[in-house]
């Protein structure tokens, strides 16, 4: 099965710096990868996602890059803020179909520091 | 903004009783999934469901847990004899499918403690 790494567990970046998670993956049929960003006690929000025929996709401060050759995707927050902060999953599996289940990463916990 | 709904947020339960989780996924999604996610850990895939069977489940999906479609609007996940390695928390997630759109809306979840 799908198996997916996320680094690093931690990262504590100065507001209105730039942020980057890393994860790689191990399936090479995972064609979808989705980032969500958990807060406390509340459920993942999807912030943004990917497939496997594109490069790159962005969202005003967010963006995400993938290389499907080495099978590793990373998220870009630019300019991050206080409410940047929370735990954010990547997570791989394949799109259409819908059987299968998302396979997350173990999480980054993103901290803002003022 | 349509939201999967879980019922109750959280259910306090004695070790060996059966508990029911409840969800009402987005009402024109098809695909319906149950996660669970350990105190600091990582969201776990547990099963996937269409057209009122399972399409996938992963080996965390033993043979205590069902799940059930009981009327057109509810997703029960159900856990026949709690152990305490079963507290966590459980989401619900659903997607709509069809469209080849694979995003998948979670709901707030449910605190299962077992006692």
């Known amino acids: 099965g799908e198996n997916v790494e996320q680094h690093p567990s931690t990262l504590s970046v100065q507001e209105g710096d730039s942020a980057v998670i890393k994860c790689t993956y191990s399936d090479s049929a995972s064609n979808y990868f989705p980032w969500y960003k958990q807060e406390l006690g509340k459920r993942p929000q999807l912030i943004i996602d990917?497939?496997?025929?594109?490069g790159e996709k962005k969202d005003q401060r967010i963006a995400v890059t993938l290389n499907k050759t080495a099978k590793h995707f990373s998220l870009h927050i630019t300019e991050t803020q206080p409410e940047d902060s929370a735990v954010y999953f990547c997570a791989a599996s394949s799109p259409g179909g819908g059987a299968d289940g998302l396979t997350f990463g173990k999480g980054t916990h993103l901290i803002i520091q003022p | 903004e349509p939201e999967v709904t879980q019922t109750p947020s959280h259910q306090v339960t004695q070790m060996g009783q059966e508990v029911i989780l409840r969800c009402v996924p987005i009402?024109?999604?098809?695909?319906f999934y149950w996660y669970r996610q350990i105190l600091g850990q990582k969201v776990e895939f547990l099963v996937s469901?269409?057209?009122?069977?399972?399409?996938?489940k992963s080996e965390i999906f033993d043979d205590q847990f069902s799940v059930e479609r009981p009327d057109g609007s509810n997703f029960t996940l159900k856990i026949r004899s709690t152990k305490l390695e079963d507290s966590a928390m459980y989401f619900c997630a659903s997607i709509f499918g069809l469209t080849g759109s694979s995003i998948q809306y979670f709901g707030a979840g449910t605190r299962l403690s077992v006692l």
């Open positions: 469901f269409y057209n009122n069977e399972i399409s996938e």
């Open positions: 009402s024109n999604h098809l695909y």
């Open positions: 990917i497939r496997s025929n594109v």
